[in-house]
């Protein structure tokens, strides 16, 4: 039994998030039951994206509503804010949250109290001031953005069936991905996969008429697999005819040209840009210790150093690995130490209310898979290296097991059978992105060249 009654915030509903609010339910139960405890989340969204498959619902190998996991629906003991968080004032144990009601009300952000604060809000996209990336790049963190990206390629390809002018078609051909990690090697792996195979009902474009290049400014990709598969992964991608070029930048891409540091100059409509990930910018608006890189101090027991009821895991905490065989490591900001972080998160704020033992975060790196398409991969696993239709089924099975509810690895394995049996759907639905363009037209109106209002407020 808890000592007194306790309002727990959570600020994130992404892999920390969830799971950390759904192992509260499940420890706190009780307590959850007689009123003792509360548990708040506040999420920009009402789901949690299952990251990992991203590439292959941009692919159209999944469904988007499958990579997603309904808040509402897997924490329902929970109370579920959909809104930003805007700031912390954990010395008067305060959040101030903005919601879709607060802005038609225009009453200003909300005040949120709590007795434990728990901060997951994960990470944001690391831009540089690049000329014209503001105008013209195309993210890949949410499943907006990867769906947003798959009509982007496919209306290339129409729009390079239609024209007449070399100019523009060679543009609308070329693709370009800027970043060598997982989420740019994948996301072009899969894209480029499918493109190609979209090619064969076009009767005015070839495979061997797209250019795709990845830009990397290290000396090498996918660091996570180790160096030889990072080597593989380079000579595979060229094998297709993809321009891996390493040690090069992107200078600009205003004007629809990507210039690149070696003097390299790409006419391009398509720019997506996968180099990293920084903390999300609510940090710095919390009188929470910080380190160099903006992220919060944490201990191994996952616990804000030196702020008493505040605890925090994934991309935005800094927690000490004590695996590690040098000191002063920190662990790896990936879904891997994410979920197992979340785990020991939710035991230890149920440790803390009873006077408890706190746990300690333990978990030694096993290593990693990466998709480079349909029946392509690579792996770094316990040691062992794997590569091509092995790594990748390896990859499939992965992350089958840690997608979460049994509903989607249902929905999941059943989408993958289908795919093996009947032939993939290459259907551009950029129409979504603006549903009322057509009734506007139609009622005497002109269409918006505006961009949608945000959904999220």
């Known amino acids: 039994m808890v000592k007194e009654r306790a309002r727990i915030l959570v600020v994130g509903g992404g892999y920390v998030g969830m799971y950390t609010a759904l192992r509260l339910q499940r420890n706190l139960k009780d307590e959850l039951r007689r009123g003792e405890a509360e548990i708040t989340v506040v999420t920009p969204d009402p789901y949690m994206t299952y990251q990992p498959f991203l590439p292959e619902a941009a692919a159209g190998s999944i ?17 579920v804010v959909v809104g930003e968080a805007h700031g912390i004032d954990h010395s008067g144990r305060t959040a101030t949250v903005s919601t879709l009601a607060t802005e038609e009300e ?29 105008d013209h790049g195309i993210g890949f963190k949410t499943v907006e953005e990867a769906i947003g990206l798959r009509n982007h390629v496919l209306e290339q390809l129409d729009i390079a069936s239609s024209t007449r002018d070399p100019a523009i078609r060679d543009a609308a051909l070329t693709f370009v991905f800027v970043g060598g990690g997982f989420a740019g090697v994948e996301a072009l792996g899969e894209l480029e996969d499918m493109a190609r195979y979209a090619t064969r009902y076009y009767h005015n474009i070839t495979a061997e008429d797209m250019k795709w290049i990845l830009v990397e400014a290290s000396d090498r990709i996918l660091p996570e697999v180790g160096e030889d598969m ?3 992964t380079v000579t595979e991608l060229r094998r297709r005819n993809i321009d891996v070029r390493l040690d090069t930048r992107l200078e600009s891409c205003a004007d629809r040209v990507a210039v690149l540091s070696d003097g390299a100059r790409f006419p391009t409509r398509t720019v997506v840009w996968t180099a990293g990930v920084k903390p999300h910018p609510v940090l710095a608006a919390t009188d929470l ?16 150093d030196g ?8 991309d935005a905490a800094a927690v000490p690995d004590v695996t590690a065989t040098t000191p002063g490591g920190v662990c790896a900001p990936n879904a891997q130490h994410a979920v197992r972080q979340a785990g020991v998160l939710g035991d230890n704020i149920a440790h803390a209310l009873r006077g408890e033992p706190l746990d300690t975060y333990a978990h030694k790196y096993v290593g ?3 998709s480079l398409g349909f029946h392509q991969g690579v792996a770094h696993v316990y040691g062992r290296r794997l590569k091509g239709y092995p790594a990748w089924f390896m990859h499939r099975a992965y992350h089958l097991s840690r997608v979460p509810t049994v509903n989607r690895k249902a929905r999941v394995l059943a989408e993958w059978a289908l795919a093996g049996l009947f032939k993939r759907e290459i259907v551009s639905l950029g129409s979504l992105e603006h549903p009322r363009a057509e009734f506007e ?17």
């Open 289 to 304: 210790p910080l380190d160099d890189r903006g992220r919060l101090v944490c201990t191994p027991q996952l616990a804000v």
């Open 63 to 79: 469904s988007p509503r499958h990579v997603v996991v309904p808040l509402r629906r897997v924490l329902g003991r929970c109370h």
């Open 307 to 314: 702020a008493p009821h505040a605890w925090a895991a994934g």
């Open 106 to 134: 225009g009453t200003g952000a909300r005040r949120l109290t709590y007795d434990e604060l728990v901060l997951a809000p994960g990470s944001v996209s690391r831009t540089l001031p690049v000329p014209g990336l503001a």
């Open 368 to 370: 990693s898979v990466a």
């Open 441 to 457: 037209l139609a009622a005497g109106g002109k269409p918006s060249q505006e961009p949608p209002r945000n959904p999220k407020g």
């Open 230 to 232: 990072g080597r593989y």
